[in-house]
Each structure stands twice: as C-alpha cells, then as structure tokens.
C-alpha cells in the first residue's frame, strides 16, 4: 500500500504544533508495519540548515496560480527509513515564521497544487493521499477539479485529517478567481463559501474520501454546535464518513529509560527513581527538596482554552490550605503570564513559574513531578497527558476530547484507571478532581499502583497506525 502523508510542517523539520510531531511519527510507525509511505510539505526557510544541506533537488519547473506562473521545485530527504519530499518557492516559503502572513491563502493554494502536480515528478502513484488540517485541505478539491479524466489519479482515495477545528483557513473570497483559480461556481453551490468568505477546511471536509479527527471524543465533539465551530452540520452530514483515531506519541523519543534530559532514568520497576527526578528538579528550580511533598506540574500554552481560567480561579485556595508544590511551564496570554508570575511571587517556596519553553525542562518536570494537571476547555487529543502517561506521572484532567479517551478515573475498589477526571468546565470541580489525587498520594501502595497503570497504558503510534491501515484499506477496497 502507498500514501502520501500531506502536511504543513513535520518535526524535525518544522514545529508550531501537535501536527508536527504526528507528522514526524506516524509516517515512522506506518513505515515498521509495512506500508510504503512518503510525506510532503513545503520547503520552509526556517528547516535548520543540516537537513537543507543534505536534500537532493529532484525537478525544477513551474507551476500556475490562477492567471500566472510561478517556479516551483522538488527536493527529498530520507529520515528513519520514511521519505520527505519538500515543495520549494522562497518567495512562499523562506520567511521567518510558517503562518499568518497576509497571503498564506495563496501559499498553501499553491502547496496543494504542488502536492499533485509533482507526483509524476516524484514517480509515487499513492493508493491514498492523506491530507492534514486547512493548509492542505485544497488538495482534496484539486484533486476532484483538476485531475479527473487521468486514470492516474482518478483512483486515488482521500483523507482529511482535522487536527484543530478552531482554525479552518478562511480567506476573502476574491481569492476564489485570483488565487485558486476556479469557477464561482465551487463558490455558490457552498462547496467553499463560509459566511461569504473562502474556507480551504470547509473544502477538504465536503471533498475528501474519509474523515478523521485525532480523538473517538472529538469526532462526537465536532459534531454538536458548541465544538463544531459553525461546521458542525456539515460534519453531521459527513458522520458515516467521520472517525476518531486518537494521536500517540513517539515511544523512542519519549522514555525514561533513555531520556538524555532527565536526571535520572527509570522503568516501571523502578518507578522510586522519579523521587530523585523530583529533588534534582526542585533544586534546579529553587524550591525546597522535599520528597514527599506532592509535586503538581503544568506543561502548557499559557491560554484559555487550556483551562487557565480555572485555575487562576482556584490555584491560591489549593495552595493555602494544601501542602504542595507547584511548577509551571510555558509561554501565551500577557494575562495569564503575569497571573502566574504573581503567584510564584506570594509562594516563593511552593510555586516555580517558567514563562518560556524548554524540551529539557519540560522531559525534567513529566519526569520529577506527580501529578500533571490539564484541565482544558476543549482539547481534541492532547499531548501532554500522552507524556506524563509514559512517566508515571499522574494526569487531572476535564473530561474532553482525547482526555476522555486516554485518561480514565481511578477505582480504588477495582484498582482500575491510570488518573484523575472532572467533568463540568468549573473550577471548583477541578479542585475537588485534584484533592482525589492528593487524598491518594500519601498511600504509597495506592499511588505506586496508578502509576503503574499509567506507565503500562499505551498510548504509542502503533495501535493508532494500525487504525489508519484499517481505514486506508477500506477505502482502497471499495
């Protein structure tokens, strides 16, 4: 079986997010079970110059946008067996950042184009073209516009993978003539029109041979109003077609076993090592060592829909009557950044705020703390709690999304369950979640028991490529 896995950005080429580390695995996972799969994005100024160095150009050509032409160029790279190809145009894609430039519309109209134009070029006829989030989503309708009546690709078969309902790619809509170069027709009928503006989502949803989300939850989310982000009846409408297949993370590069960062390695037999993990980490941040002070983490954008609200709201009332330690990482909001420096200044000796963003740190804080909590607004799979999973650190979460589908309540009757869940958006609800957790930290027999439920909890990409296969063969098969 052949695919070709589209997306915007890949790590460790390019990283503003979840898709690039599900970019950057999945494909790998795919690859060790069999499957012939290649990845494409587009050639980005910022790809550290190791990488640029080493690609081998494959074509130099050009390319129409609209009523013009425009240079477009091939490379390739091989990384861990998996094949990268990368879409060149500097004018496009040598800037310093990846988005939100006044003619992303036009950009990634033109890296879709690309994707399918360069396939002859690539000498890959893929079975199943697997396209991620609204950068891409143009592929799908290009493919169903543009290249119908070559039996070449009139038997290629399409998934949509949406990573982010929150951010669909919506554009004025005189792109439509001027930028994609199509009939207002595709316009009127609805098939892009969103509000009278263009919505490159909008198009890959109605234009795709399957969907999936990155959560079972998630795919149900999407689906109702308030998480549907005015899409939720086209979904509806497309729910046969829909599924959720949750994200794993990348088993080699997170694991204490080996993790060159943390400052002790261990295993699920030798889960009392984190302790040293915790003093090590509570000297590095200046709090007092202690280590049987229940050590609690956030690892996260510092914004609202990761539930910071909630825990502006609660977090001095935890802190005055609890005995606890707190350690925050992560940059976002000027007003929650401040929120958090103010209170790393009235608990000195219980709270370490980090307002920017390490990998060592944050490898240090899943491996030093105790509990990690997260309790999102909405989160439609979530890595963080994947993370603390793998390291025995044990997760408080909301009820949502991927947190439903990962994180599950403890029982202490049945010993079942790997952490901590609230349901409601509601601070006091978070409060008493995270008092359950601390109720049980004291018993070492009942804490070691969670977290050796959370460490043998697999959250890896080889079950979730296994879906996907499933799905690419379906889809193949009809």
Known sequence: MKILYVAAEAVPFAKTGGLADVAGSLPKALKADGVDVRVIMPKFGKIPEAYRNAMEHVYDGELSVAWRKKYVGLDKYELDGVTYYF???????????????DDDAERFSFFSRAVLDLLPEMDFWPDVIHTNDWHAGLVNVFLKLEHMGDARYERIKTVYT?????????????????VLGLDWKYFNNGDLEFYDAVNFMKGGIIYADAITTVSKTYAKEIQYPYFGEHLDGLLRSREQDLSGIVNGIDYDVYNPRTDKYIFETYDEGSLDRKLDNKTELQKSLGLPERRKVPLIAIVSRLVEPKGMDLVVRMMDEILQHEDIQLVVLGTGEKRYEDWFKGLAWRYPKKVSVNIYFSNELAQRIYAGADIFLMPSNYEPCGIGQLIALRYGTIPVVRQT???????????????????????????HEMM????????FYGNYEIWHKIQL???????SWKRSAKEYEALYKRLTAK
């Open 162 to 178: 949406i990573h982010n309902l929150k951010y669909q790619g919506v554009f004025p809509k005189d792109v439509m003539p001027d």
């Open 401 to 427: 999304g991927g947190l439903k589908d990962t994180v599950q309540q403890y029982n202490k009757y049945t010993q079942e369950g790997n952490g901590f869940v609230f349901n409601n958006y509601n601070a």
């Open 432 to 439: 008493y979640a995270l008092k359950r957790a601390l109720s």
């Open 87 to 101: 879409v060149d145009n500097e004018e496009y894609f040598n800037r310093e950042g990846f988005y939100g430039y």
């Open 453 to 459: 439920n959370a460490v043998q909890s697999d959250f």
